[in-house]
């Protein structure tokens, strides 16, 4: 069987692990919001960190971004939209929030 | 029922394809930085949600509109769409056009279900005097929902369109490229919508 044009072995199993893994980090901040067996605060924590991780599982079993070279130019345009998404989320919440903050 | 997606047999036509397949990696690279410049709008759209998320005017917030078993059927809608658009990637790459039709209508219908619970959430949001128009927590919530549900809608049509040339011309490597960059659309959507959820519903039931 000939490969695709776009090349690599594309097979099921890794789409199936990212779903696996995906679910798993999908259902432990949805059931602490549901249960609440800890303090808002640690669940936030939680909530962010399993966002974190569940991106980094899409990005390498969904999108196949790996640090092989043939996926170089990717990672180094995803590095640069995290720093521009940094400085202008990070941005905007510190001004927005001393804003407010210096008015009331 | 199986169709090559490339022949490769002279050293002419391996050329050829060597060639294609540098073109749709150009594109791919091009998409990707599409995607990139996606991510932003939508990471400034949560900033400022975030920004707005407690001017609610005396109006309903977050605890009182979302509704977590809803929330979790569209991240489960969300995340099945997303692995079987992985299912038709693999179909791909065995060149059955087939198993690329069948799970792309699967796709569709899984995306088309999230749409469905989601315009029904904002419909009866807006019904209940919960509209946009309400609070500046609203307007931000609408205009971050409503953004990318444009976006998913977006993706259906693609779907749609992509699954009628499928049909029509097979697997020819044009095609494959424009379904490899639909692949990259729909996924990428799927991680924003990681964000969405963390952001924007979860802490607001909390």
């Given at each position: 069987?000939?490969?695709?044009p776009?090349?690599g072995e594309?097979t099921?199993?890794?789409y199936?692990?990212?779903a696996?893994l995906?679910?798993?980090?999908?259902?432990?901040?949805?059931?602490?919001?549901?249960?609440?067996?800890?303090?808002?605060?640690?669940?936030?924590?939680?909530?962010?960190?399993?966002?974190?991780?569940q991106?980094?599982?899409?990005?390498?079993?969904?999108?196949?971004?790996?640090?092989?070279?043939?996926?170089q130019?990717?990672?180094?345009?995803?590095?640069?939209?995290a720093?521009?998404?940094?400085?202008?989320?990070?941005g905007t919440?510190?001004?927005?929030?001393?804003?407010?903050?210096?008015l009331? | 029922?199986?169709d090559?997606?490339?022949t490769?047999?002279?050293?002419?036509e391996?050329?050829e394809?060597e060639?294609?397949?540098?073109?749709?990696d150009?594109?791919t690279y091009?998409?990707w930085?599409?995607?990139?410049s996606?991510?932003?709008?939508?990471?400034?759209?949560l900033?400022?949600?975030?920004v707005?998320?407690?001017?609610t005017?005396?109006?309903?917030?977050?605890h009182?509109?979302?509704?977590?078993?809803q929330?979790?059927?569209?991240?489960?809608?969300?995340?099945?769409?997303?692995?079987t658009?992985?299912?038709?990637?693999?179909?791909?790459?065995?060149g059955?056009?087939?198993r690329?039709?069948?799970?792309?209508?699967?796709t569709?219908?899984?995306g088309?279900g999230?749409?469905?619970?989601e315009?029904?959430e904002?419909?009866?949001?807006?019904?209940?005097?919960a509209?946009?128009?309400?609070?500046?927590?609203?307007?931000a919530?609408?205009?971050?929902?409503?953004?990318?549900?444009t976006?998913?809608?977006?993706g259906?049509?693609?779907?749609?369109?992509?699954?009628?040339e499928?049909?029509?011309?097979?697997?020819?490597?044009?095609?494959?490229?424009?379904?490899c960059?639909?692949?990259?659309?729909?996924?990428?959507?799927?991680?924003?919508?990681i964000?969405?959820?963390?952001?924007v519903?979860?802490?607001?039931?909390l």
């Amino acid at each position: 069987m000939p490969a695709p044009p776009h090349g690599g072995e594309v097979t099921i199993r890794p789409y199936l692990v990212g779903a696996v893994l995906a679910l798993v980090l999908t259902a432990i901040p949805f059931g602490l919001v549901a249960a609440r067996p800890l303090r808002p605060i640690q669940i936030f924590i939680v909530i962010g960190a399993t966002a974190i991780i569940q991106v980094v599982v899409h990005l390498r079993y969904f999108l196949h971004l790996d640090l092989k070279p043939s996926s170089q130019n990717k990672l180094i345009a995803l590095c640069f939209g995290a720093v521009v998404l940094l400085i202008l989320v990070g941005g905007t919440l510190w001004i927005m929030f001393n804003l407010n903050y210096r008015l009331m | 029922m199986t169709d090559a997606v490339t022949t490769a047999v002279g050293s002419d036509e391996e050329t050829e394809a060597e060639e294609a397949g540098r073109a749709i990696d150009q594109r791919t690279y091009g998409f990707w930085i599409y995607l990139m410049s996606d991510t932003i709008i939508f990471a400034l759209l949560l900033a400022t949600f975030v920004v707005m998320s407690h001017n609610t005017a005396g109006g309903p917030g977050g605890h009182t509109l979302f509704r977590l078993p809803q929330t979790f059927a569209k991240t489960m809608l969300l995340l099945a769409s997303s692995t079987t658009f992985g299912f038709v990637s693999a179909a791909i790459a065995v060149g059955q056009r087939w198993r690329v039709l069948a799970w792309l209508s699967v796709t569709f219908l899984l995306g088309l279900g999230f749409i469905a619970m989601e315009i029904s959430e904002l419909y009866g949001m807006a019904v209940a005097g919960a509209g946009p128009w309400r609070s500046g927590f609203l307007s931000a919530f609408f205009t971050l929902v409503g953004s990318y549900g444009t976006h998913v809608s977006v993706g259906l049509v693609w779907i749609v369109l992509s699954g009628c040339e499928v049909a029509l011309r097979g697997l020819n490597p044009f095609v494959v490229s424009r379904l490899c960059r639909l692949g990259l659309f729909w996924h990428f959507l799927d991680i924003v919508w990681i964000g969405i959820f963390s952001v924007v519903y979860l802490p607001g039931i909390l």
